[in-house]
Structures are given as structure tokens and as C-alpha cells.
T-cell receptor
Framework: NAGVTQTPKFRILKIGQSMTLQCTQD?????MYWYRQDPGMGLKLIYY???????DKGEVPNGYNVSRSTTEDFPLRLELAAPSQTSVYFC??????????FGDGTRLSIL | SQKIEQNSEALNIQEGKTATLTCNYT??????LQWYRQDPGRGPVFLLL?????KEKRKERLKVTFDTTLKQSLFHITASQPADSATYLC????????????FGAGTRLFVKA
């Protein structure tokens, strides 16, 4: 049982480049989330989705976009990467009212 | 806005002792509170959930308490082992839907053999 899978695990981008962080889950969860984790800080919610075709902003959405065309996939798009977006990105999924299952993260550096 | 405070200093304890980690929050009480474990280079893993009407929850060597008067949760690991060394995150859910979860920065625990 794979759970939540994130790709890539590591990536270095140049300022101004774009990329998509992939997230897929095989637990048939309706709820999916994207967080970023910076050193010494708690996880910050970027975007979330309550089902295919439905997404909404979290606490720190600026500079990011998401889509949810299927229950399984929830990609996160970075447009015009900036140094402030250097972080570790975690995708998670859950059923309503249940704890979240996390992937192992994508470590992104923007230089 | 709601804030969570976890001790930013690492906790060092001897194997076999009980580790106690603290989570304090401000403002109004959450619908429920969760504790997660995070190992270096890995995502958080859920451990325990306690609801606002519960005072204590146990799972094997783990125990969580929830005091809405003190606005505090304590997380205990009894008979600690070196394998318990990790960062432990406290998370509050302001409703039961899951998309208003607020995470603390975590406390690093080191258990020495």
C-alpha cells in the first residue's frame, strides 16, 4: 500500500523557472492538502481540496496554483519561482474528520 | 489568530524514562488535537487524536492529555527507547473537516541508551 506519493524528492530551480510538484494517493481520500515546512516553523497550508474539481486557498497560497481533476492526484504548480519558495513541500490526504496521511516531501531549492 | 507553542529546545532523556512534551495554544479551544511524529527526511505520521470533551487518551506507551482550562496538551512516552527519538508535532483542528489544521513547529526528542 503506497499511501501518498510525492515526486520529485529533490529539485533545484533557478529564479523565474516554473515546475509542478506531483502528489498521488491510493487510499480513495476525498480531502487533499499541500503544506510547506520551513526550518523552525510549523506546517503552513498552501491549498486544499475537498474532492475532484474543488480546490481552495489555505494560509499561504501566493505564488502557487493547484488543480484536482481526479480523486487520486493533486499537483502543485509554482510559477515564476522565487527564493522565498525554497522549502520542503508536503502533500497529505484524509477522509473527512480523520487524521491526515503525509507523503515524504519534496525538497525544493530556488537559487 | 490561533497560535500553537511547542518547546523549541530539544528534550534529552535517558532510555527507560518518561518523556513529556508540551503543547500550548492561545484563544479558543479546538474541536480536537492531534500529535504526529516526524523523522528526519520523512513526512509526519499520525500518533494520537484527542477531542475537546476528552481528558486523556492512551495507545500502548503513549498518553495524551487535554486541558481546555489551561489551553494545554501533554504528550507522554513511557519507558522511552532510542527508537522514539524524533520530532513530535502538535496540531489543532478548529473544526472537524480537517482543512483548518494548525501545526506547531514541533519538539525534538533525543532518547539516550
Amino acid at each position: 500500500n503506497a499511501g501518498v506519493t510525492q515526486t520529485p524528492k529533490f529539485r533545484i530551480l533557478k529564479i523565474g523557472q516554473s515546475m509542478t510538484l506531483q502528489c498521488t494517493q491510493d487510499m480513495n481520500h476525498n480531502y487533499m492538502y499541500w503544506y510547506r515546512q520551513d526550518p523552525g516553523m510549523g506546517l503552513k497550508l498552501i491549498y486544499y481540496s475537498v474532492g475532484a474539481g474543488i480546490t481552495d486557498k489555505g494560509e499561504v497560497p501566493n505564488g502557487y496554483n493547484v488543480s484536482r481533476s481526479t480523486t487520486e492526484d493533486f499537483p502543485l504548480r509554482l510559477e515564476l519561482a522565487a527564493p522565498s519558495q525554497t522549502s520542503v513541500y508536503f502533500c497529505a490526504s484524509s477522509r473527512w474528520g480523520e487524521p491526515q496521511h503525509f507523503g515524504d516531501g519534496t525538497r525544493l531549492s530556488i537559487l | 489568530s490561533q497560535k500553537i507553542e511547542q518547546n523549541s529546545e530539544a528534550l534529552n532523556i535517558q532510555e527507560g524514562k518518561t518523556a513529556t512534551l508540551t503543547c500550548n495554544y492561545t484563544n479558543y479551544s479546538p474541536a480536537y488535537l492531534q500529535w504526529y511524529r516526524q523523522d528526519p527526511g520523512r513526512g509526519p505520521v499520525f500518533l494520537l487524536l484527542i477531542r475537546e470533551n476528552e481528558k486523556e487518551k492512551r495507545k500502548e506507551r503513549l498518553k495524551v492529555t487535554f486541558d481546555t482550562t489551561l489551553k494545554q496538551s501533554l504528550f507522554h512516552i513511557t519507558a522511552s527507547q532510542p527508537a522514539d527519538s524524533a520530532t513530535y508535532l502538535c496540531a489543532l483542528d478548529m473544526d472537524t473537516g480537517g482543512f483548518k489544521t494548525i501545526f506547531g513547529a514541533g519538539t525534538r526528542l533525543f532518547v539516550k541508551a
